[in-house]
């Protein structure tokens, strides 16, 4: 069972930092493709930023410049570095994981689509 792990989220004041780590469980996985996203009440949920496993990255034009996806290939993580936070950046951060993993009774890879259950993040002085 694959399961998507987040952590890194807390309070920062305006202008501080925090890095989000985003990390598939189990066995064998590859991520081919991660997506970080924001939810906040009443509106939609955004794109954040994304990266691919060849290391195309894209970012939503409110954290250009500020935010930075990246991927481990030894830790099989995904991070989310957030520099020069603001109060509008607050909410809760959810990773989209697009990967494979090895199935262990028929040893096929098998492709999944998860997503991790959220860590928060509060700017505010």
């Known amino acids: 069972q694959i399961q998507v792990v987040e952590s890194g989220g807390g309070l920062v004041q305006p202008g501080g930092s925090l890095r989000l780590s985003c990390v598939p469980s189990?066995?064998?996985?590859?991520?081919?493709?991660v997506g970080w996203y924001r939810q906040t009440p009443g509106k939609q949920r955004e794109l954040v930023a994304g990266?691919?496993?060849?290391?195309?990255?894209n970012y939503a034009d409110s954290v250009k410049g500020r935010f930075t996806i990246s991927h481990d290939n030894a830790k099989n993580t995904v991070y989310l570095q957030m520099n020069n936070l603001k109060p509008e950046d607050t909410g809760v951060y959810l990773c989209n994981v697009e990967g494979t993993y090895s199935d262990y009774e028929t040893a096929l890879r098998v492709g999944y689509d998860l997503w991790g259950q959220g860590t928060q993040v509060t700017v505010s002085s």
């Open positions: 990266i691919t496993q060849g290391g195309s990255t």
């Open positions: 189990g066995v064998d996985t590859i991520i081919l493709a």
